[in-house]
């Protein structure tokens, strides 16, 4: 299985920021399930050109979740950390 994360350009260091939590993400994932940390990085225009033949890259390119909005409407509410939902998915899996 191939990951795709997006490199944007050098001079967006916020999306620079999220493209290597989305790396650091894969590799958490990929030693939770002990599988190989495999993934791919592309420019956004590589993404763009590519989405409409490959369908887990176009759903690649609408996978971004700002949790501002969803942040300021329920103040109160527990976040899971990346690792926590990671563990209990992986609990849940049944064994091979």
């Known amino acids: 299985m191939t990951y795709t994360a997006w490199e944007p350009a050098a001079d967006s260091t916020g999306a620079r920021r999220r493209a290597e939590f989305g790396v650091v ?3 958490l994932a990929a030693g939770i399930f002990g599988t190989p ?13 590519a989405g409409p033949f490959n369908r887990r890259l176009r759903d690649e390119a609408d ?9 300021q409407r329920f103040p109160d509410f527990s976040v899971t950390s990346y690792r926590q ?3 209990a998915i992986g609990a849940a899996r049944p064994a091979n």
């Open 25 to 27: 993400c894969i590799e």
């Open 63 to 71: 996978n971004l979740f700002i949790s501002d909005k969803f942040k």
């Open 85 to 87: 939902g990671l563990r």
């Open 37 to 49: 940390a495999r993934h791919t990085v592309l420019k956004r225009w590589q993404l763009d050109l």
